[in-house]
């Protein structure tokens, strides 16, 4: 599955590439919130895993115009920070975020929570086919 | 211990026996200027008999004034500059009223030490400048070597003892085992012991010593025992580490540096950039190193000189100052920087280097193990400065974040990473990261020329002008 990660600090942004090539992701990597959504109005990717605090276009701010945009198929959004108290948790996900993961982040978890947009991404998916079947057949 | 071989005997010569070997040699003949810890050199030769074949004057100028007005003014009395006037000014005394009467047959010498023995309260650094210039044959031009010693005797008594048996020594060793490198600096501390004498830099010029390396000497220093460690500037000039050192912030970085490579560069690149951002560190003070372990050095428990070399010619010409130590553990090498300045002090290192430090086998001699050589490490507020490693066959990337430790040191690995005190690069030049000197090395050997990228182009041009490492 494609993975669009978004992350200005090289060190974090390394270790996500890292860790989602050894799974088995397809990964594609930008340096900040614009150059990000550029790619994500050229390409498909059903998982963005995304900084808070980037240049240009923050993490929030990339989350909401997904979410305004309305894609062809559902964007499972991770936002990455070291931001950890309660209001900035509720700011990330307000915006649309799905996952909320603080910084230094751990990989079991982080893998654990891949899966889980694997299995909404996956179940959108086929949902979203269920829905084009019965529609074709209604309209035939 | 100093052996003589001669008809076939080995002779073992004491301090003794050695000053009444010069005493007894015709051909040497000269001036002796001590400042600092009695004239404890120029002792030894009055007490052996046979003094006035070889001394033609003897001063020990106490009084400042009358030091300035012999010697020139200076700002402080025990340091290389103030040596160098003393061996100069004497020598050429020798020179000047001597050199008509009996030039044809003297090999005129200056012997000279400026001190600083230990204060009643013991409250100085107790070190001293020593050195003797002269004529290896007569009317040849003149020969020199100066060493710095550090005297570790707890008695100052003890410690002019020691001081004139090194210059004894020293003397004998310049005019008889010039042609033997390895016995000249072993001989120095005949009759003593590293734990009463330390000579920390040593440098031979003239024309005496021209196939002599000063880079090899200083690691001789230290190969040998009499120096836990030596350093010489990017020219090849031999330094003497408290002068370089001496409050200032320090910046080091532990490498084979076989051969230095662009890697090795930007780990000291990112490290500066951030140790001079740190609060109290002045950035136009910081000394950076390139520190070499001898463990580091030695294969099959001998060192190749040639390798030697060639390793530091390379680091010269990226213009960086060289560290030879013994300090293989961390903690040590913490200990002796930390002897030469109050400021702070960053060690640079990547993930393998850091992964050891966590390792606790390399901490069984010490009582408190890795509690201990951690509570040594990171005194007076030293950082480590982690640079990430990636593996070029699988892509793995690791950094401080991910790095993994024993789980019993799990807690005290994230505490010293919360605390700031070990810290993560993350300004690298990512094209850096899968460099590593074993590749340029099998590249080389390959004559695949791919390796020229992989190393400053002033490195390149230096192994490909000299044929370091097998190049062809």
Redesign the interface.
């Known amino acids: 599955m494609k993975v669009l990660i978004a992350d200005d600090d090289p060190v974090s942004r390394r270790l996500l590439e890292s860790y989602l090539r050894k799974w088995e992701y397809e990964v594609e990597v930008t340096t900040d919130g614009e150059q990000a959504w550029q790619r994500i109005q050229d390409g498909e990717f059903p998982i963005v895993i995304c900084d808070w605090m980037m240049p240009k276009v923050d993490g929030p701010e990339l989350i909401r115009r997904i979410r305004e945009q309305g894609q062809n198929g559902y964007i499972y959004t991770i936002l990455l920070t070291s931001k950890s108290n309660k209001g900035d948790f509720v700011e990330g996900m307000q915006s649309g975020a799905d996952e909320f993961v603080s910084k230094p982040f751990d990989h079991d978890e982080l893998h654990a929570r891949l899966r889980a947009a694997e299995r909404i991404v996956n179940l959108e998916r086929s949902l979203r086919a269920a829905k084009a079947v019965v529609e074709r057949d209604t309209e035939g | 211990m100093n052996i003589l071989a001669g008809a076939g005997q080995a002779e073992v010569l004491d301090t003794r026996q050695k000053a009444l070997r010069i005493n007894l040699d015709l051909q040497r003949y000269g001036a002796f200027a001590e400042i600092g810890a009695g004239q404890e050199v120029v002792r030894w030769f009055f007490r052996v008999g046979g003094a006035a074949g070889t001394i033609a004057r003897s001063i020990s100028a106490y009084d400042m004034v009358f030091s300035d007005a012999i010697y020139g003014p200076c700002e402080r009395y025990v340091c290389r500059p103030r040596l160098q006037s003393m061996l100069d000014k004497e020598y050429e005394s020798n020179l000047t009223l001597l050199r008509d009467l009996r030039g044809d047959r003297t090999a005129f010498f200056a012997f000279a030490d400026t001190v600083s023995a230990r204060n009643f309260k013991g409250t100085n650094e107790c070190h001293g400048w020593m050195g003797v210039k002269f004529q290896a044959v007569p009317r040849d031009v003149e020969s020199q070597v100066i060493v710095h010693v550090r005297m570790l005797d707890s008695d100052n008594v003890l410690q002019q003892e020691a001081l004139g048996v090194v210059g004894v020594n020293l003397m004998f060793a310049a005019f008889y085992l010039r042609d033997d490198p390895d016995r000249f600096i072993e001989s120095l501390l005949d009759g003593l012991s590293v734990d009463r004498i330390e000579i920390d830099m040593i440098e031979f010029s003239g024309n005496a010593f021209q196939h002599v390396d000063n880079r090899v000497m200083s690691m001789k220093l230290v190969q040998l025992g009499l120096s836990e460690a030596a350093m010489f500037a990017a020219n090849g000039t031999v330094l003497q580490p408290s002068e370089v050192l001496y409050k200032k912030p320090i910046l080091v970085e532990r490498g084979s540096f076989r051969p230095v490579t662009l890697a090795n560069v930007d780990m000291l690149r990112c490290a500066h950039e951030k140790f001079a951002a740190e609060p109290g560190v002045d950035s136009s003070k910081i000394v950076q190193l390139m520190e070499i372990t001898m463990s580091n050095l030695m294969v099959g428990g001998q060192v190749d000189f040639r390798d030697f070399l060639a390793r530091a010619d390379l680091l010269a010409a990226t213009g960086v100052t060289v560290l030879i130590s013994d300090y293989f553990e961390y903690y040590r090498l913490a200990a002796y920087l930390a002897r030469h300045t109050r400021a702070q002090i960053g060690i640079t290192m990547g993930i393998p280097s850091l992964r050891e430090l966590f390792d606790k086998k390399y901490y069984t001699q010490l009582q408190g193990g890795i509690l201990e050589s951690f509570g040594r490490l990171f005194k007076n507020d030293l950082k480590l400065y982690i640079y990430?490693l990636?593996d070029a066959k699988?892509?793995?990337?690791t950094?401080v974040?991910?790095l993994e430790v024993a789980p019993d040191l799990r807690k005290l690995y994230e505490y010293l990473v919360e605390q700031g005190r070990i810290e993560?690069?993350?300004?690298?030049n990512?094209a850096c990261l899968p460099i590593y000197s074993r590749d340029v090395l099998s590249r080389i050997e390959a004559c695949d020329p791919t390796w020229e990228e992989m190393v400053p182009t002033q490195v390149a041009e230096v192994i490909k002008q000299r044929a370091y490492f097998g190049y062809r």
Do not use: K
Request: no cysteine; net charge negative; aromatic share 14%.
């Open positions: 990430p990636i699988s892509g793995d990337f950094a974040q991910n993560q690069l993350n300004n690298f990512e």
